[in-house]
């Protein structure tokens, strides 16, 4: 059997129609639609489920697949509801007319939030539908995400005969993975249970890895990652070599996620007349790949080599190259020195309209409206954004309740999220779903010196059973 691959749907492509019924070609293939049209690009195209007076609950439904392992969304109420709404997620196999229930959940308020629920079922072509189960209130869907061992693009027709068995593989520049390992399968019921389960469609290694936290959940779950994720101190300088195998991409340049675009390479030029011109040159030649960590500084991103970067600052745990959190790979990453520079220690964040400051639309400026901070922020690319959410939730796991790290812009002592960062870095791991580079670099730290691996990388989403904040 092959192993899972994760698709995601952001229904960007619905046409928007009021109330409309029928097949709508989208990023994932053929979906039918009942009683829906588009809201806002929250979530992509967020699409609005609700209640027809001459159908039975409005619904939408997947396109046919060759076994199903989970699905995730994120939802909300359009409009605050005075009572529970309720919605479901049903299964059908084989073309047939029959429903089953996967799971179920209530929505009332105009708040996003996040559901998951395993499936894995193997039992031929099926199909799913999410279900406004009878409500009279609008439930609004977006970013939704599934894994299946193979989509049938197209047609919505449920013949047996149309799916097929090949297994779909991941590539990004340079580095694949036959078959992403990274499933949604984290909930041990078909029920939408809370507790961590075995993904069987990960490597023995990485499944035996996270033994000890199955069947687990709340802060019993939080405490057994911790425990598995603790590793012993490895030196700052070994980092340099690792980069060699985590962060070097297909041309032999290093893979910087604030200036390396989302294909893996660095379009030299090509961003000059954009953006703020005091940061930019139409003449860029960007540094080759070495072991020599440069660390000088440089006027002109491209020019002055690359340093290591914490992308969890280093202030707010002492400041320090010498301790665990001031080596931990799974958050320091090879950086342009300049950019580096610019991030300086402000909090990842959403900038409002201020222009590019790197060569791939890296952004510093004043947070946008409505993201629940004023200060100053640095904003990677979209590309990279679910890379760095799932840095930090490593952290918040792996330094929980720790001594060293400080109240600051976006997380409280003990390295505990704040409410507007955690909600944002939600929202990038939905938006941004784990890629095969992540995997690689995964496991190059396993493999390295380090010895251990990033959970919400194997699991993501491990991200809607654990509470950061708390």
Not at 102 to 125: D, R
Not at 260 to 286: C, I, M, P, Q, R
Request: charged share 15%; aromatic share 12%.
């Amino acid at each position: 059997m092959p192993g899972l691959t994760t698709y995601t749907e952001p229904f960007e492509d619905y046409n928007g129609a009021s109330y409309a019924t029928g097949t709508f070609a989208l990023t994932t293939g053929s979906w039918y639609v009942v009683a829906a049209f588009k809201d806002s690009a929250t979530h992509g195209g967020s699409v609005s489920v609700r209640l027809n007076d001459d159908v039975a609950g409005s619904c939408i439904v997947s396109p046919v697949m060759n076994g199903l392992g989970s699905v995730s969304f994120w939802y909300r109420a359009l409009n605050a509801e005075s009572a529970d709404s309720t919605f479901k997620v049903q299964t059908s196999v084989n073309g047939g007319t029959t429903w089953s229930d996967a799971g179920s959940g209530t929505f009332k308020s105009q708040t996003w939030a996040q559901y998951s629920c395993t499936i894995n079922s193997t039992a031929g072509s099926i199909q799913f539908r999410v279900l406004n189960d009878n409500q009279a209130g609008h439930l609004i869907l977006g970013d939704l995400v599934f894994t299946s061992y193979n989509v049938t693009w197209g047609s919505v027709s449920s013949s047996a005969s149309a799916v097929s068995s090949a297994t779909s593989s991941v590539s990004s520049a340079g580095f694949s993975s036959s078959s992403s390992s990274s499933s949604l399968g984290t909930t041990s019921s078909a029920g939408g249970g809370t507790t961590f389960a075995e993904d069987f469609t990960l490597p023995q290694t990485v499944r035996d890895y996270y033994r000890s936290a199955y069947g687990k959940s709340g802060s019993a779950l939080k405490t057994a990652l911790k425990t598995i994720i603790t590793h012993t101190y490895t030196s700052y300088d070994g980092l340099k070599t690792l980069y060699a195998t985590s962060d070097v991409r297909a041309d032999g340049k290093i893979w910087d996620m604030y200036s390396t675009h989302a294909d893996g390479t660095s379009h030299d030029g090509e961003w000059g007349v954009l953006g703020n011109a005091t940061y930019f040159t139409t003449t860029k030649t960007y540094y080759s790949y070495t072991t020599s960590d440069a660390g000088a500084s440089s006027s002109t991103e491209g020019t002055g080599g690359w340093n290591r970067e914490h992308t969890w600052p280093k202030s707010n745990f002492g400041g320090s190259t010498s301790n665990q959190p001031g080596t931990d790979a799974h958050h320091i990453t090879p950086t342009d020195v300049k950019v580096n520079g610019w991030r300086s220690n402000y909090p990842y964040g959403e900038v409002d309209s201020s222009a590019p400051y790197s060569v791939n639309g890296s952004r510093l400026g004043s947070a946008r409206s409505g993201l629940g901070y004023s200060g100053t922020v640095f904003e990677p690319i979209d590309a990279y954004k679910g890379d760095h959410a799932r840095m930090h939730f490593y952290m918040s796991v792996r330094y929980y309740n720790d001594s060293l790290f400080q109240d600051g812009d976006w997380s409280y002592a003990g390295a505990k999220l704040k409410p507007w960062y955690d909600a944002m870095m939600r929202n990038w791991n939905a938006s941004d779903p784990v890629s095969a580079k992540e995997i690689a670099r995964n496991n190059a730290i396993y493999n390295g010196n380090q010895k251990n691996r990033n959970p919400f990388i194997d699991y993501p989403a491990l991200v809607t059973l654990i509470d950061f904040q708390n």
